[in-house]
């Protein structure tokens, strides 16, 4: 993963049918509407966002959206998830992106009196992007990280850590460990023995601050991983099922199947005659 992963636009809808389907990408998605509303629909959660709402969405979670009031205009930003999580590295700013206890709201109202510097950031990263002068990724992820320190520091209330207790602290160490090796054969057990904590507790604690359990977690990885590759690649389903972490071609096309409700070769096809 890399900084070759990233795509931003500011995107005005004039029509009510101009809808985004469930769609495919595959890193951390900001949203931030300007102009009229819409309404999200983000794993099992439904939204109304009106103007002037931040959204978060991670690499994860199906999402799709339709416009209630128009004209609709907003910014996006898609960043790799790997890539972000490898320059910023620090929990408060990511758990954003990355933790889903029950309570969590993809997205929130950014007061009247910040509008304008949020735009004006967002509108900088956009104009950074379209250029893409000599090392222009640098000057985009670290433009970005400045702009989550501000959200951070003025709405840090939305963020997922502020509710998490030091005792549970240490999910957060488990679930970068799981990001970066969730192709390798990671269980309950290994995961309790590696890091000193019960399983019993680590089971509990994993899904109170994450929202998935770790089975769950692992599996949305590891399908999250062959999206990309079915997406980005012409590689063979077996060759995927394998760099994905799946054990068999068979076992991935049936746990693909299960969790997407379409086969990968479908998938495959669908995304690639209907890119966004």
């Not at 931030?32 to 099992?44: D, L, P, Q």
Request: charged share 25%; net charge positive; aromatic share 16%.
């Amino acid at each position: 993963m890399d900084y070759q992963n990233i795509d931003m636009n500011y995107l005005t809808l004039s029509s009510i049918k101009d809808g985004l389907k469930e769609h495919y990408h595959n890193g951390y998605e900001l949203i931030f509407i300007t102009e009229g509303s819409s309404k999200f629909i983000i794993n099992n959660s439904n939204y109304d966002f009106p103007k002037n709402h931040l959204l978060f969405i991670n690499n994860v979670e199906k999402h799709k959206m339709f416009p209630k009031s128009i004209p609709y205009s907003r910014y996006m930003v898609i960043i790799d998830s790997d890539y972000l999580d490898d320059i910023i590295k620090e929990n408060e700013l990511l758990s954003i992106f990355k933790i889903r206890p029950s309570n969590f709201k993809h997205g929130f109202r950014i007061i009247d009196e910040d509008v304008p510097f949020v735009k004006s950031i967002l509108n900088n990263l956009n104009n950074i992007y379209s250029k893409k002068e000599s090392l222009w990724y640098i000057e985009f992820t670290s433009t970005l990280a400045s702009f989550l320190v501000y959200i951070y520091r003025n709405y840090n209330n939305q963020f997922p850590i502020m509710n998490v207790k030091k005792s549970e602290q240490k999910v957060f160490e488990i679930q970068q460990y799981i990001d970066k090796n969730f192709k390798k054969n990671i269980t309950l057990n290994f995961l309790s023995s590696k890091f000193f904590i019960s399983k019993y507790y680590l089971s509990h604690t994993f899904k109170h601050v994450t929202g998935f359990t770790i089975k769950q977690y692992i599996l949305l990885k590891r399908i999250a991983h062959a999206k990309d590759r079915l997406y980005h690649t012409d590689d063979d389903i077996t060759t995927i099922a394998l760099s994905s972490g799946f054990n068999s071609q068979s076992n991935f096309i049936r746990l693909f199947k299960k969790k997407e409700s379409i086969t990968p070769l479908k998938f495959r096809k669908y995304h690639k005659e209907n890119t966004v």
